[in-house]
Nanobody, 121 residues
Framework: QVQLVESGGGLVQAGGSLRLSCAAAGRTFSSSGVGWFRQVPGKEREFVASISWSGAWKYYVDSLKDRFTISKNNAENTVYLQMNSLKPEDTAVYYC??????????????WGQGTQVTVSS
């Protein structure tokens, strides 16, 4: 099973931007799609966006698709999440995971430590 490591989180003011990275440690993503998820304490983890292995297919939760963009660089074995016009309600721990090719919002692997994103008002 490929291990994914998230990075790029931090503290940003409302309206700012961050780019998160999800790197495959030691192995490639193989033929798997990769998704981003986020979780706020006390709430369930929610799907944010996913991208197919080829990069041809991208899926977003409707409420975020105008501000967030998922992309990947297979040569660098990394998936990115560009987040613009950030809002305080985007504050969460962001995780990446391999996802089902049939249900792109369904995570298949174990969860890493994630990366904290905090948006101040």
């Amino acid at each position: 099973q490929v291990q994914l490591v998230e990075s790029g989180g931090g503290l940003v003011q409302a309206g700012g931007s961050l780019r998160l990275s999800c790197a495959a440690a030691g192995r490639t993503f193989s033929s798997s799609g990769v998704g981003w998820f986020r979780q706020v304490p006390g709430k369930e983890r929610e799907f944010v966006a996913s991208i197919s292995w080829s990069g041809a297919w991208k899926y977003y939760v409707d409420s975020l698709k105008d501000r967030f963009t998922i992309s990947k660089n297979n040569a660098e074995n990394t998936v990115y999440l560009q987040m613009n016009s950030l809002k305080p309600e985007d504050t969460a721990v962001y995780y990446c995971n391999v996802v089902s090719s049939i249900k792109p919002g369904t995570a298949l692997g174990s969860w890493g430590q994630g990366t904290q994103v905090t948006v101040s008002s």
